[in-house]
């Protein structure tokens, strides 16, 4: 689901940016804290467009992405889900 998702905003992201090329990852099992968990590279002829593209493809993540993470603790440990993504979704329903 979230890949397939990813590669929706790559392709409208594509459409909206002249931009030649997108790519997206987003570290999958253990991310230390302090760690980038996604990377976003976008190139094209002028820069504006590349920095607008990333943060269009950072916040369309944030919001659309089912990205759930599990937080561990001293104590135990939590699954977590994206807050944007569920505040997104509670908008939906």
Not at 8 to 30: M, R
Not at 68 to 74: I, R
Request: net charge positive; glycine share 4%; proline share 2%.
């Amino acid at each position: 689901m979230a890949k397939s998702t990813l590669q929706k905003l790559c392709n409208e992201a594509s459409k909206k940016y002249q931009v030649h090329k997108i790519a997206v990852v987003h570290i999958l099992g253990d991310c230390p804290v302090g760690q980038a968990s996604v990377t976003i590279c976008v190139s094209s002829v002028h820069r504006k467009s590349s920095i607008e593209c990333t943060e269009f493809l950072i916040n369309e993540l944030k919001s659309n992405v089912p990205i759930w993470k599990k937080e561990v603790y001293e104590e135990g440990s939590a699954w977590k889900e994206n807050i944007e993504w569920k505040q997104g979704k509670e908008n939906i329903i």
